[in-house]
């Protein structure tokens, strides 16, 4: 798996941006498939800020995003602890996602 963005790699160069990798389609679904457990937010909390962030990527991006509770999702959303078996680990990092084609999948760090 490649990581859609990063601050730095393993050898210390900037992390990759997925050139060339796109979705294919403008309209996402996405879905939080696992909520934080170390934090005082409410599920409804979090979902009202992940939709914030989402409605401010569809204001510059030309995409659009639409939430979904069940069944398979374009973006799949889960706070994990910092190592957590994907072979990625939040060394210096609260968050990460892998491109497109490697599923487009968002780890935020549960701590």
Known sequence: KRLFCCPLDENGDEGSIGLGNRWGRFDLSYQISKYQTNTSLSTQQVDTEVWKAFSMWEEVSGLTF??????????????????????????????????PKDGGDIHLNNY
């Open 66 to 99: 639409e939430e979904v509770r069940s069944g398979p999702a374009d973006i799949d959303i889960s706070f994990e602890p910092v190592e957590y078996g994907d072979g990625d680990y939040f060394a210096f990092s609260p968050a990460h996602a892998l491109s």
